[in-house]
């Protein structure tokens, strides 16, 4: 079997369409006893279905059990909004049980699925006093987004989030500062974080900056001279991001979207 390509000329896996239009029973075999290729496009297969056609969580739990990394953060990212009473019986014990897993994102996962549903987050703030020592780059990203998601209720974690900034590089603090202004540090605190990504960042990093202070008018009324120097030119620049500097000076609608904040 050899891969396909795609309009956009990307290699498509070549199980993909093999398992497109497959009945569950037939993804969930696929998901227990396939090899590792299939196993992957069956997990994709069973998040995507559950998520579309809002059907009930236990194959979300498959893939969240079973599934590489990334599926498994994904289906436990849509379990917990809207769920029925039906299916919160069927799960309660696998989420717990998946708390316990190996992997630090799976067990964060689970975690922040406990608390969406049941608003207890004392699971979740556990996993992150662990994941925010990590260094683990890709662990640490989604560890802090979930520190934006939990806001005021991360309060406890902030010394731990003060002590990643410290030791984050300028790609993850933009992120960490919005974190630490989120659980309430303070605009100062995450202000001076970010004026060192404003003055020294890259352009990516810039970007960065920008897109979390769009959330941040308080922060960005403290950094107005480096933003300014970008706006006007005065630092060097593309014309997309002396566009977003002007952007932010007028608190313009520069705003997370509940997508992004999901995103990980």
Known sequence: MTASHGPDGIDRDPYDDE???APWHALLTALKTGATAVRYVAA????????????????????????????????????????????RKQIA??????????????????????????????????????????TDDEVLRFAVADCWTLGREARGLLPALRRLAERSGPD?????AFALFGAGAGARVSAGYLGSVLR???????????FYLGSMPEVARLLARPIADI??????APASLRARARQVQSFGPVRMSSAARRKR
């Open 93 to 134: 014990d696998r989420l717990r049980s998946l708390t316990r897993s190996p992997d630090p994102l799976v067990r964060l996962g689970a975690a922040m699925a406990i608390w969406r549903d049941t608003g207890a987050a004392q699971a979740a703030l556990r996993e992150l006093g662990r994941t925010l020592r990590s």
């Open 200 to 210: 020294e960042g890259a352009h990516e990093q810039l970007r960065s900056a920008f």
């Open 19 to 21: 398992l497109r239009d």
């Open 44 to 87: 994709m297969r069973l998040y995507e279905r559950a998520v579309l056609q809002h059907a009930t969580y236990p194959p979300l739990l498959e893939a969240a059990a079973r599934g590489p990394r990334h599926v498994a953060v994904q289906a436990l990212s849509a379990i917990g909004a809207g769920m029925m009473r039906e299916d």
């Open 231 to 236: 706006a006007e030119g005065r630092t060097a």
């Open 172 to 176: 993850l603090l933009p992120s960490v």
